[in-house]
């Protein structure tokens, strides 16, 4: 059975941290490039970060360089997403996606960027 479980959303104030991790379980994870999208309430999805298959290159959205990360660690079949300074154009529900043979995604996970 294919899952992505993602977790570590949450509350945070402005200028806070957050690490999202999405666990991958049920398909090959190292086969498969990785990305994380937001969608906030109104707003179509949006790509956020990208990372490829072996981890040695991503890519960000204009709106999240410099403060996000993505990271993968094939060996534990998890992929992250570090975020630093966040501000509350932040706050969406982050999800993971695989893109390989199949295309997968998780559930999501809430992220609030609030004073």
């Known amino acids: 059975q294919v899952q992505l479980v993602e977790s570590g959303g949450g509350l945070v104030k402005p200028g806070g941290s957050l690490r999202l991790s999405c666990a991958a379980s049920?398909?090959?994870?190292?086969?498969?490039?990785m990305r994380w999208y937001r969608q906030a309430p109104g707003n179509e999805r949006e790509l956020v970060a990208t990372?490829?298959?072996?981890?040695?290159?991503?890519n960000y959205a204009d709106s999240v360089k410099g403060r996000f990360t993505i990271s993968r660690d094939n060996a534990k079949n998890t992929v992250y997403l570090q975020m630093n300074s966040l501000k509350p154009e932040d706050t969406a529900v982050y999800y993971c996606?695989?893109?390989?043979?199949?295309?997968?995604w998780g559930q999501g996970t809430q992220v609030t960027v609030s004073s």
């Open positions: 990372i490829t298959r072996a981890g040695d290159s991503q």
């Open positions: 996606n695989a893109i390989g043979p199949s295309i997968y």
């Open positions: 049920g398909f090959s994870f190292r086969a498969y490039i």
